[in-house]
């Protein structure tokens, strides 16, 4: 996503202007934040910089990084509305929507600060009886340097998903907001900073695309990257040359399936904010519904109702990347072309910044609405004959990163069948908020978790460490071993796994 200008603006387009990295507010072309671009060089200081602030960082051990890191999730808390107003003027998200995705960070700090020595800390692993002269230990090692690429549609949440997990494991951190919210991320480095001084823990490099490369070859030892899948592609290529380990957090195209015995206004409401929170720019946003034969119309109604109730500008916030609205408007137009039908929005919902809300209905499943990601505040319903069509029509895309079940006797059965990292029954999304839990993909959506137990190992080292605790009975791991201890070791093993169950 290269752009270069200097005369004009494009409102919500980002620009580079001698040597400085200028974001805009979508609805106003405001500028919204200027930030020094990083060259490769600067890259790969911040990096070596990094390299040292590790030592002392995972030096701290767990308490001392606890301590810090909640005093950092303190800071952010009290400056919330601060925040919330900066994310507003760099995306045009509205500052409620920015509150709610603030917390939801705030959170995500807080459990990481609070668990890492529980899940990461060393422990003993106990032996078995051939090798039982042995202890047997087992810690998790941070890489050092993580390098932290996050997209502009939640420039609070997603960075600071993987930020808290590395840090919290003891690495330092180097991170690459998008180029579409510079003055967000850097917000972040300086507050944590301001709580931790001593040496540049967290540090940022802005610029486009080049700067999120410069930083997959500069030598850290894990990159953790969320966004397009598509980049999400050219980031793993840069990373295999050097066998830097990735974690990709890529897009999606979530389904939501209302069975038949589901609460249809419930259903509903959450299909609306599930589809339309911040404009539909959401990975984990709802694009699909699949609704039984026996709801369908009831669903259809109460969807239309509460969804026409939707104001742009107050509740839906312009688009904020500019070019995304083509992308949007191909979908409808895709849709409406191969015979779907708007019962609300529809072609005349595009009105670049802004998007009003749009139900798409009868909108065959090979269109670009159904199968692309749409990222804007549109949602398709189609009718199934039951759950079962309606599972294997939402696991028929290439992406499976979230979705939603909406039911009763078997909606955790059907939530199980789908090919997704996370389903929420009877509600959307809260799998992004419960921090407990690993947040990811799988397919085209990406790999490896963060959030939770296993959020906290992505950016880890599994060390492995024996103990001999006493002389061998049966030595066989040596050269000096006789024939008979090979007998011996012959008969224990028979005698230990020679028996069929
Ligand atoms: P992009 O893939 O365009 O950009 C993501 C980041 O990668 C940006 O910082 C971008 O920099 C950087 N980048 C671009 N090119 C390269 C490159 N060659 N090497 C390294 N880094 C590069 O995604 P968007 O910003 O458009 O974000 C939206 C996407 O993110 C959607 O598909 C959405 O579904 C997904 N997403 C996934 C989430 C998840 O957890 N699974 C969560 C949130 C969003 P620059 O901006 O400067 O080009």
């Known amino acids: 996503m290269l752009t270069f200008m200097t005369a004009t603006r494009t409102p919500g387009a980002p620009v580079v202007e001698n040597g400085l990295l200028i974001s805009t507010n979508p609805a106003?072309?405001?500028?919204?934040?200027?930030?020094?671009?990083?060259?490769?060089?600067?890259?790969?200081?911040?990096?070596?910089?990094?390299?040292?602030?590790?030592?002392?960082?995972?030096?701290?051990?767990?308490?001392?990084?606890?301590?810090?890191?909640?005093?950092?999730?303190?800071?952010?808390?009290?400056?919330?509305?601060?925040?919330?107003?900066?994310?507003h003027l760099e995306t045009g998200k509205p500052e409620a929507e920015a509150i709610v995705e603030a917390g939801t960070a705030i959170e995500h700090i807080d459990w990481a600060a609070r668990n890492a020595r529980r899940v990461l800390g060393a422990r003993r692993v106990r032996s078995r009886l051939v090798l039982v002269e042995h202890a047997g230990h087992l810690e998790y090692q941070p890489y050092g340097v993580v390098g932290v690429i996050g997209p502009w549609n939640y420039p609070i949440v997603t960075p600071i998903g993987s930020i808290?997990?590395?840090?919290?494991?003891?690495?330092?951190?180097?991170?690459?907001?998008?180029?579409?919210?510079p003055a967000v991320g850097q917000w972040l480095v300086d507050t944590f900073a301001e709580e931790v001084p001593e040496q540049p823990v967290l540090q940022a490099v802005h610029g486009l695309g080049d700067v999120g490369a410069a930083l997959c070859r500069a030598g850290v030892g894990k990159i953790a990257f969320t966004g397009s899948t598509a980049t999400g592609k050219k980031v793993m290529a840069a990373c295999a040359e050097t066998l830097t380990p990735v974690v990709i957090e890529a897009g999606g195209k979530d389904a939501m399936i209302?069975?038949?015995?589901?609460?249809?206004?419930?259903?509903?409401?959450?299909?609306?904010?599930?589809?339309?929170?911040?404009?539909?720019?959401?990975?984990?946003?709802?694009?699909?519904?699949?609704?039984?034969?026996?709801?369908?119309?009831?669903?259809?109604?109460?969807?239309?109702?509460?969804?026409?109730?939707?104001?742009?500008?107050?509740?839906?916030?312009?688009?904020?990347?500019?070019?995304?609205?083509?992308?949007?408007?191909?979908?409808?137009?895709?849709?409406?072309?191969?015979?779907?039908?708007?019962?609300?929005?529809?072609?005349?919902?595009?009105?670049?910044?802004?998007?009003?809300?749009?139900?798409?209905?009868?909108?065959?499943?090979e269109s670009a609405a159904v199968r692309e990601e749409t990222f804007g505040p549109t949602l398709t319903v189609t009718k199934v004959a039951d759950a079962e069509e309606a599972v294997q029509k939402a696991n028929a895309v290439p992406y499976g990163l979230g979705a939603s079940v909406f039911g009763k006797a078997n909606a955790v059965p059907i939530a199980r069948r789908l090919r997704t990292g996370m389903v929420a029954v009877n509600s959307v999304l809260t799998f992004v908020g419960m921090a407990g839990l690993p947040f990811g993909g799988v397919g085209d959506s990406g790999f490896g978790r963060i959030h939770g137990d296993d959020g906290l190992r992505e950016f880890a080292r599994a060390k492995a460490v024996t103990v001999r605790r006493a002389p061998s009975l049966l030595p066989t791991t040596t050269f000096d071993r006789t024939p008979g201890q090979i007998k011996q070791l012959v008969r224990t093993l028979k005698l230990l796994y020679g028996r069929r169950p």
């Open 258 to 365: 209302v069975d038949s015995d589901a609460d249809v206004e419930a259903a509903a409401q959450a299909a609306v904010w599930g589809g339309m929170t911040n404009a539909g720019q959401t990975c984990i946003g709802i694009e699909r519904v699949y609704a039984t034969a026996p709801v369908y119309d009831a669903f259809v109604a109460a969807l239309t109702e509460k969804a026409s109730a939707l104001r742009t500008g107050e509740h839906i916030g312009p688009i904020t990347m500019p070019a995304q609205v083509d992308v949007i408007r191909r979908h409808i137009d895709d849709a409406l072309q191969r015979g779907g039908r708007a019962v609300l929005g529809g072609k005349d919902a595009v009105q670049p910044p802004y998007v009003a809300p749009t139900v798409l209905l009868d909108v065959p499943e």
């Open 28 to 87: 106003t072309g405001g500028e919204a934040g200027r930030l020094p671009v990083a060259d490769p060089d600067a890259v790969a200081g911040a990096v070596g910089k990094a390299r040292e602030a590790a030592l002392w960082w995972g030096g701290l051990g767990f308490d001392g990084r606890r301590t810090r890191l909640l005093r950092w999730r303190a800071g952010l808390t009290q400056r919330i509305e601060e925040l919330s107003q900066l994310v």
């Open 164 to 181: 808290s997990g590395a840090l919290a494991a003891g690495n330092a951190v180097v991170f690459k907001p998008s180029e579409y919210t």
